[in-house]
């Protein structure tokens, strides 16, 4: 059973109350006491549930106690014999705390309970979608492309065998297919593949672009698309800075004068609401965040999604930590992130370490939950153009691979030993990295993303290159929930 969506606890029917009750709370919980001039305040979040209140002095006291075998009578006694503080000398103030922890979600009726209320870091899901990969051809030679793309493979998916891939999902359940390359727009007849993906199978599409030279033709088909297909299908368009000498150093020389023709083709043509744009941050281009949110707003584009260079493909010789920001220019890009406002404009960017707590997958301070990271580890499975299967779209070393949809359907390749394997190696990695066995904030993230530490260190058992940043975030949450507790927001 999922977390109540509200972050509040579910509804817990104890029989024999009271005396009789023996109350468990997680012994990972992460407890902080915050001293400051207004007052001290205790806040305590259960990693695994997400739940957390911030509540008066001698509540650790009461949680250590609560493990399952003790009443709640007993739980009474043995923090009023135990203490030096006078505060908890009362049988009335031991109970209300009691009361205030169950309130928040933070004590259940047995262990069993407790772990029916939350998530694991790793799980598995039923597919959301795809990421399909329709051709390796690319009309760009990117230095940061993830797959090396460029020249067309020589077996790569029949039209026929990329449909029998799309056929595999149940058809009008709105699962998000992604269509990319290469750049996808190379490829011939890939709008058809587009159209039957939204029109005769039911399901989102997201099309990926350099947008390098669209062909008006293709736009005018995507609208037709839509007109017929209830507006299904959005397109991704890339740069890499607001400037043709950021964007061009990555991209080539004029694409960014290109990419910003298309986008005014796009809006002159009533599809820029259709239209999100996709940049990697480096220390080359952060310092132009302001100037990629203007270009966004000038277009009006419905969304602008910031993320980094991966060390895999053309830019495995360039590791992330030569190209990263510094945490404070990476935390300030995420803090622009949580105060901007414009209802025209969602802004979405991996400067949360991949933490999240929101409805929509992004973090924020003003939801119930407190922020962790769920990798949903076969949620948007990646189909490479000659049809080889990766559970995730930043596995591309074949290793990984599970098979391919010429042998074995996505539904075998979820089911085989190797999947297995792969998802019980994420679910201990976090134990076996010795600086994350020892972290209060483990059962949160779980040592980070797999596929970013492969890429980086070339080993999933390390730490991933965001623990700071997450730890920044995991502080901010706290510190702004106690700041409102003690000045009574």
């Known amino acids: 059973m999922e977390p109540a969506p509200d972050g509040k606890s579910l509804p817990i029917t104890v029989v024999g109350a009271g005396s009789k009750w023996r109350p468990f709370s997680n012994p990972k919980n992460v407890v902080r006491t915050e001293s400051r001039p207004e007052g001290v305040a205790v806040f305590v979040v259960d990693p695994w549930t997400q739940r957390w209140a911030v509540l008066g002095r001698g509540a650790e006291s009461v949680l250590a106690l609560a493990d399952g075998t003790r009443t709640v009578e007993q739980i009474t006694a043995e923090v009023i014999a135990s203490t030096d503080n006078a505060h908890l000398r009362s049988p009335k103030v031991v109970g209300a705390l009691l009361d205030e922890l169950r309130a928040a979600g933070l004590l259940f009726v047995s262990a069993a309970h407790h772990r029916s209320q939350g998530l694991p870091v790793f799980l598995e899901t039923e597919p959301q979608g795809l990421h399909l990969e329709?051709?390796?051809?690319?009309?760009?030679?990117?230095?940061?492309?993830?797959?090396?793309?460029g020249v067309k493979l020589p077996d790569e998916l029949s039209d026929a065998e990329l449909r029998a891939v799309v056929d595999q999902l149940t058809?009008?359940?709105?699962?998000?297919?992604?269509?990319t390359g290469g750049e996808a727009a190379v490829r011939r007849n890939s709008l058809d593949l587009v159209e039957y993906c939204a029109v005769e199978r039911g399901h989102n599409v997201d099309l990926y672009t350099n947008a390098y030279k669209f062909p008006r033709k293709f736009a005018e088909r995507v609208l037709e698309i839509n007109a017929i297909g209830g507006g299904r299908v959005n397109l991704q368009v890339s740069l890499e800075g607001a400037t043709p000498a950021t964007n061009d150093a990555v991209r080539g020389e004029g694409v960014f004068e290109q990419v910003l023709k298309t986008l005014g083709m796009f809006q002159e043509m009533g599809l820029n609401r259709r239209t999100q744009l996709f940049i990697c941050i480096t220390k080359n281009n952060i310092?132009?965040?302001?100037a990629m949110i203007e270009i966004a707003e000038r277009f009006d584009l419905a969304r602008l999604i910031f993320s980094q260079w991966e060390a895999q493909g053309n830019a495995a010789d360039t590791p992330w930590e030569s190209i990263a920001p510094t945490l404070e220019e990476w935390t300030s890009a995420g803090e622009k992130l949580l105060s901007y406002e414009n209802p025209r404009l969602q802004l979405r960017g991996n400067f949360f370490g991949d933490l999240n707590n929101?409805?929509?997958?992004?973090?924020?301070?003003?939801?119930?939950?407190?922020?962790k990271q769920l990798f949903a580890y076969n949620a948007f499975p990646r189909v490479s153009p000659d049809g080889w299967i990766f559970a995730d779209q930043l596995w591309v070393d074949p290793e990984w691979s599970l098979g391919n949809v010429r042998d074995i359907s996505l539904a075998e390749a979820f089911r085989s030993e190797k999947f297995r394997e792969h998802l019980a190696n994420f679910q201990g990695r976090g134990e076996r990295i010795e600086e994350c066995s020892s972290c209060q904030w483990l059962e949160l993230c779980g040592g980070g993303h797999p596929g970013h530490t492969l890429s980086e260190y070339g080993t999933i058992d390390h730490k991933d290159a965001f623990c700071e940043t997450r730890k920044y975030w995991f502080e901010r949450y706290v510190d702004s929930h106690v700041e409102r507790v003690l000045n009574g927001v």
């Open 287 to 290: 310092h132009e965040i302001d």
């Open 134 to 149: 329709i051709t390796n051809a690319c009309n760009l030679s990117c230095s940061h492309c993830y797959v090396s793309s």
């Open 358 to 371: 929101g409805r929509d997958g992004r973090y924020t301070l003003e939801r119930a939950l407190f922020p």
């Open 171 to 179: 058809p009008f359940s709105n699962k998000l297919i992604a269509i």
